[in-house]
Each structure stands twice: as structure tokens, then as C-alpha cells.
């Protein structure tokens, strides 16, 4: 089960408390991305890393998105109906809401969580390309539920660019002002900097999407600039 939590970042994890979503143990995270995994190719299912991804993406939203919206879109990225016996996909479906709350709860108050994130077999290449299936999920959130991309801010440019610097300039259309802020970052050396990069930006878009009654202490670390 992946976990890259980053020291440097100052969203420390806290002990769950009392009535906290209980993440999925070892057992479980392997039961899901076995389910996932067995679905048909003709499925387009999401992949663990993307569906982290996409469920941050629907969290971030400035209204909340109902599960029968978001749900259909796990097992088929189109959200057609996929044949899995009725048993089979309740447990998937529990598996799956057990993470939107463990993630809600993060991004609601702030803290670190760890991102479905997966070590790459070439040691060699970009750290940025460990975290491109997450960021592909993220991205199918925002291209189904668009609330949060429809918000006119400037505190949306600088993390929405960190997400999506290492997705292909072809594939951000009609973004000259998101194109024009990546070609200043500098991209993350190390797979905990790109790990962190996601985490921090998804915590800086809530504090735009879903902003909280009383202003956190201190931000979230900027994106590291060539400049």
C-alpha cells in the first residue's frame, strides 16, 4: 500500500479520533485494487491512483457532489453500467466510500493525507511521471463536475499548475494563463517533493472551493519556481 508522507510538509497526520473515516487497512487497499484490476478492459475503470486522484477532484468541489453522480464514474471513467454481481459491487462501493470520507475529512480540516501514489520501475525517469495517474483522475473530476475550474480567482492558477505541469501543454487547451504559470515551476526532483506537491495543492484549492470558517494558520508550501 503506498505511502509517501513527506516530513517537511506542516500538515502533520493526526490519531484518528473518535468517529474519524478508518482508513483501509493493507487487506482491504489489495481487495479494491484487485476488484478494480478483474473489471473488463472494456470497463475503463479507474486505476487506485487515479481514482485517489478523482475523488480528491470531486471533494474539491464548491458543492458537495452526491454519490450517485460521482459513483457511476469508478468503475466506467463514462459512467455506463458495468456487469459485476450486485454482492461484489456493494463491497466495492463501501471500499471506495470508506476513502471519499477518509479524504473529505483530510481536506476538510486541513491536514496531510497520503495519496495513492505508486514508485515507478524505472529508477530513472521523471519524479513528476509517478503522480501523472493521479493527476489524470483529478483531471476526469474536473472535466465531469466543473464547479471548481468555473471559479475566477488568482489563488487557483499557482496549485492548479502545480497538478497539471507534467500533463502534455496539447492536452490544456484554451490555458494560456495556467501554461504561462507551469513554465515557471520548477518540476519535483524527488518522488516525496512530487507527492508533496500534490497534497499541498489540493489543500490550497479547498482553501478557494471550500474555505474554512475560521482561516487556517500559515499556508501550505509554494510551488518551487525556476525563477
Avoid: K
Avoid at 10 to 23: E, L, S, T, V
Avoid at 54 to 69: I, W
Avoid at 165 to 183: K, M, N, S, Y
Amino acid at each position: 500500500m503506498p505511502s509517501h508522507r513527506n516530513d517537511r510538509s506542516p500538515h502533520r497526520p493526526q490519531p484518528p479520533a473518535p468517529g474519524d473515516a478508518p482508513p483501509l487497512s493493507a487487506q482491504e487497499f489489495d481487495e479494491l485494487q484487485n476488484a478494480l484490476d478483474s473489471l473488463p478492459d472494456s470497463a475503463e475503470a479507474l486505476d487506485m491512483s487515479a481514482l485517489d486522484g478523482y475523488l480528491c477532484g470531486v471533494l474539491l468541489q464548491p458543492l458537495a457532489v452526491p454519490e450517485p453522480r460521482w459513483w457511476p464514474h469508478v468503475l466506467d471513467v463514462d459512467g455506463r453500467a458495468v456487469a459485476m454481481p450486485p454482492v461484489h459491487q456493494a463491497r466495492v462501493r463501501a471500499l471506495v466510500q470508506r476513502r471519499h470520507a477518509e479524504l473529505a475529512q483530510a481536506i476538510g480540516q486541513r491536514q496531510w493525507f497520503d495519496p495513492w501514489v505508486f514508485e515507478l520501475d524505472d529508477a530513472g525517469a521523471p519524479a513528476a511521471q509517478a503522480v501523472l495517474p493521479w493527476v489524470a483522475g483529478f483531471a476526469t473530476a474536473m472535466e465531469l463536475f466543473p464547479g471548481l475550474m468555473a471559479l475566477d480567482g488568482p489563488d487557483l492558477l499557482e496549485p492548479l499548475a502545480v497538478l497539471y505541469a507534467g500533463l502534455d501543454p496539447d492536452d490544456l487547451e484554451d490555458a494560456d494563463a495556467l501554461l504561462a504559470v507551469i513554465e515557471t515551476l520548477e518540476p519535483p526532483s524527488t518522488l516525496e517533493e512530487a507527492v508533496e506537491d500534490l497534497v499541498s495543492s489540493t489543500l490550497r484549492l479547498a482553501d478557494v472551493s471550500r474555505p474554512l470558517a475560521v482561516p487556517r494558520r500559515g499556508r501550505a508550501p509554494g510551488a518551487r519556481s525556476r525563477r
